[in-house]
């Protein structure tokens, strides 16, 4: 069972910069997304790659400001996050899709990672 881990996480003020890496233990060609969660929201779909056609997804809320990549070298996915607001305030988790389902529902992907935590203040 591949496994997934996170980090990059930490507290940035708004307007500022993070990029959270996800990395899996194998090599794999499945897509792997980042999804959030807020106290007390339901987990939500941010971005989504698969490397082996370079497809990327975005939720709309992302509206430019998140990129996401990839290194098949070192099993390791990014996402790079600029001009943070409070709202994207939460944890942040990896996870590999493992059947089929759109890009942002959660019951598509396993298994997860462990999560790492963005707090963004004002």
């Known amino acids: 069972q591949v496994e997934l881990v996170e980090s990059g996480g930490g507290s940035v003020q708004t307007g500022g910069s993070l990029t959270l890496s996800c990395t899996a233990s194998t090599a794999s060609t499945n897509c792997i997304a980042w999804f959030r969660q807020a106290p007390g929201r339901e987990r939500e779909g941010v971005a989504s790659i698969c490397p082996s056609v370079n497809g990327k997804r975005y939720a709309d809320f992302v509206m430019g400001r998140f990129i996401v990549s990839s290194d098949n070298h070192t099993n390791t996915v990014w996402l790079q996050m600029t001009n943070l607001q409070s709202e994207d305030t939460g944890t942040y988790y990896c996870?590999?899709?493992?059947?089929?389902?759109?890009?942002?529902?959660?019951?598509?992907?396993?298994?997860w990672g462990q999560g790492t935590q963005v707090i963004v203040s004002s």
């Open positions: 996870a590999r899709k493992a059947k089929w389902g759109a890009w942002y529902q959660t019951q598509s992907y396993d298994p």
